[in-house]
């Protein structure tokens, strides 16, 4: 009923930018909150950045400052734009988001994830 799907993951030097897109399809009410995820090699997944609905965000300390996270209600699609790479940021990227969704005869609110995007920085 509901996809993420990611995409603008990539290799890129250290100090370049990469964007990513989470696109969120199917029968959506409405987006209550968008949270982006990494996970290195051998690493637990980590919290990057947040936002509600609302517009509030929250970033991990140390993407504060190089990374945003937009929401654009209208193609219901969340961003990270991710500047000032560095080699340590190199991870498996992963959007969650909380959709209220028309499940037919209801609404449901479930959390779902996006597929994960490889991003690699070099040094």
């Known amino acids: 009923q509901v996809q993420l799907v990611e995409s603008g993951g990539g290799l890129v030097q250290a100090g370049g930018s990469l964007r990513l897109s989470c696109t969120v399809s199917g029968r959506i009410f409405s987006i209550a909150g968008v949270v982006w995820y990494r996970q290195s090699p051998g690493q637990q997944r980590e919290f990057v950045a947040a936002?509600?609905?609302?517009?509030?965000?929250r970033y991990l300390d140390s993407v504060k400052d190089r990374f945003t996270i937009h929401l654009d209600n209208d193609k219901n699609t969340v961003y990270l734009q991710m500047n000032s790479l560095k080699p340590e940021d190199t991870a498996v990227y992963y959007c969650?988001?909380?959709?209220?969704?028309?499940?037919?005869?209801?609404?449901?609110?479930?959390?779902?994830w996006g597929q994960g995007t490889q991003v690699t920085v070099s040094s």
């Open positions: 936002m509600t609905s609302g517009g509030a965000s």
């Open positions: 969650n988001a909380d959709i209220i969704w028309d499940g037919g005869e209801a609404y449901y609110r479930t959390t779902f």
